[in-house]
């Protein structure tokens, strides 16, 4: 299988470049199958398909769902996905319409701790305004001089229990697994090693989302460690789950993993690929 990334993040939600130059700098740095899957938005697949015909990268449609389970944000991805069936994107676009009351809510957090015009200041780092998101409001506190980076900016700020998180309800499990299977998709739960759940929440978690009708976990990714690869490959192994990898690119400089750095996954996994016609 040539070298692949399936989950990555364009200027149409909340990464730094545009769709076309996400393909292009992937194709640059030995990436062949990649999938775009930019948070509750597929207005980035167009633009990226062209490029990837344009330079010999197969491209992938997809999404990343936002999803609130038992009160926590969790992320659910779908690969292969139908960009244009009306079940999912009537499911988008209701998510993208509570995004700018969170963003109003989380402007005043800020405010409340002294940190002025960052509504504006995220807006500003937001191509889509219908997409703000917390990595645009901690794009501008690194640009304020809050922080260095952007991690370091959700470890103080915007993670539950920090000062400026805001909690939100997004979609429920149930219903982005449909909303991805009805258009044809194939669901992806995303860096599991980044939710703050005991070993037994996890297991029911894995539980409901197998139940679903969910298909697959991300086993390598930008924010897992080595011994988290082969801890995910086993629950990859145990519950039925196809494996998948991503870098969960944002951009240059951001995350743990750019584009084309991706280990291989674990000897003995069951590639999502494989599901998507792919060998």
Request: aromatic share 6%; charged share 25%.
């Amino acid at each position: 299988m040539h070298p692949v990334d399936l989950h990555c993040h364009s200027t149409a939600s909340d990464g730094v470049l545009a769709p076309a130059e996400v393909v292009r700098r992937a194709y640059q740095r030995g990436v062949r199958v990649l999938a775009l899957t930019d948070h509750d938005a597929l207005e980035g697949l167009a633009p990226a398909r062209e490029a990837a015909r344009a330079c010999g990268i197969t491209l992938i449609d997809g999404v990343e769902v936002s999803v609130t389970w038992r009160g926590q944000t969790i992320h659910v991805v779908g690969l292969g996905i139908d960009p244009s069936h009306p079940v999912l994107g009537r499911g988008l676009t209701g998510l993208r319409e509570g995004r700018r009351a969170r963003a109003r809510r989380m402007a005043a957090e800020l405010e409340r701790l002294g940190i002025e015009g960052s509504l504006e200041g995220a807006y500003a780092h937001a191509r889509n305004p219908d997409l703000i998101g917390r990595t645009h409001f901690a794009r501008f506190l690194v640009e304020r001089g809050v922080a260095s980076d952007v991690r370091s900016v959700f470890q103080r700020y915007l993670t539950p229990g920090k000062p400026g998180y805001v909690p939100h309800v997004w979609a429920s499990l149930e219903e982005a697994i449909r909303w991805i299977t009805a258009s044809g998709g194939v669901a992806v739960l995303a860096h599991p090693g980044r939710y703050r759940l005991s070993s037994q929440t996890l297991e029911e978690l894995l539980t409901e989302f197998r139940d679903h009708g969910g298909s697959g976990i991300e086993v390598v990714t930008g924010s897992h460690s080595p011994d988290e690869y082969g801890r995910f490959a086993r629950f990859a192994d145990r519950f039925g789950l196809a494996a998948s990898a991503g870098s969960d690119f944002h951009g240059p400089g951001e995350g743990a993993l750019d584009l084309g750095a991706l280990p291989s996954l674990p000897e003995g996994c069951r590639p999502v690929w494989n599901m998507l016609g792919l060998e």
